[in-house]
């Protein structure tokens, strides 16, 4: 199997952009700094926001297609339930971003957060662009930010499992909170 000069790891050819390193790979991990009995309350709570907000471009697309005003009363609902959730999981992540050197020290860390903080502004901006007439924003601009939200929410969960994964942040491990 090949694999990138800079690195150890089993996986072949990762893009330059994933930064691996075969110590964390193989380390017991670093926990999280919010954790209830050592379960880590990030990786629990971000399913919200990105079930509704996710869900916010599936109703935006039905009433695009059916022009019926439940599915624009339903976005509204959505993005304002994900854009509330996504503040309380945004306060768990912001503080292990801060109290883990670790998640500081790689490119996916700060892709995870800025992608995220992005997605939630934006969802904000979609969330006021309906007040008042929940239907009128949604074809083009309300569903073109939706798809937008969903789609770096995509990008930016991906850099979250590297975090999780690859670097091994927010697991059960005897390492400290300063790796």
Same mark, same amino acid.
């Given at each position: 199997?090949?694999?990138?000069?800079?690195? =150890?790891?089993?996986?072949?050819?990762?893009?330059?952009?994933?930064?691996?390193?075969?110590?964390?790979?193989?380390? @017991?991990?670093?926990? &999280? &700094? %919010?954790?209830?009995?050592? $379960?880590?309350?990030?990786? %629990?709570? /971000?399913? *919200?926001? %990105?079930?509704?907000?996710?869900?916010?471009?599936?109703?935006d697309i039905g009433y695009w297609l059916t022009s019926d005003p439940f599915w624009a009363r339903a976005s509204v609902w959505l993005?304002?339930?994900?854009?509330?959730? +996504?503040?309380?999981?945004?306060?768990?992540?912001?503080?292990?971003?801060?109290? /883990? !050197?670790?998640?500081?020290?790689? =490119?996916?860390?700060?892709? $995870?957060?800025?992608?995220?903080? @992005?997605?939630?502004?934006? &969802?904000? /901006?979609?969330? %006021?662009?309906?007040?008042?007439?929940?239907?009128?924003p949604i074809v083009y601009t309300g569903l073109a930010i939706s798809v937008v939200v969903a789609t770096l929410l995509g990008i930016?969960?991906? *850099?979250?499992?590297?975090? =999780?994964?690859?670097? !091994?942040?927010?697991?059960? +491990?005897?390492?400290?909170?300063? &790796?």
């Amino acid at each position: 199997m090949e694999t990138n000069q800079r690195n =150890s790891t089993p996986y072949p050819n990762l893009p330059p952009i994933l930064e691996s390193d075969d110590r964390e790979y193989r380390d @017991a991990g670093i926990t &999280s &700094s %919010v954790a209830v009995a050592g $379960h880590p309350l990030h990786p %629990v709570l /971000i399913v *919200f926001p %990105v079930a509704f907000l996710v869900g916010a471009a599936g109703t935006d697309i039905g009433y695009w297609l059916t022009s019926d005003p439940f599915w624009a009363r339903a976005s509204v609902w959505l993005i304002g339930a994900g854009f509330g959730a +996504g503040i309380l999981a945004g306060i768990t992540g912001f503080l292990d971003f801060f109290k /883990i !050197k670790r998640v500081r020290d790689r =490119s996916a860390g700060w892709l $995870h957060m800025g992608g995220n903080v @992005a997605a939630l502004v934006l &969802s904000l /901006i979609n969330l %006021v662009l309906r007040q008042g007439n929940p239907a009128e924003p949604i074809v083009y601009t309300g569903l073109a930010i939706s798809v937008v939200v969903a789609t770096l929410l995509g990008i930016t969960g991906w *850099f979250g499992g590297e975090l =999780s994964f690859r670097h !091994k942040i927010g697991v059960i +491990g005897p390492t400290s909170h300063n &790796s």
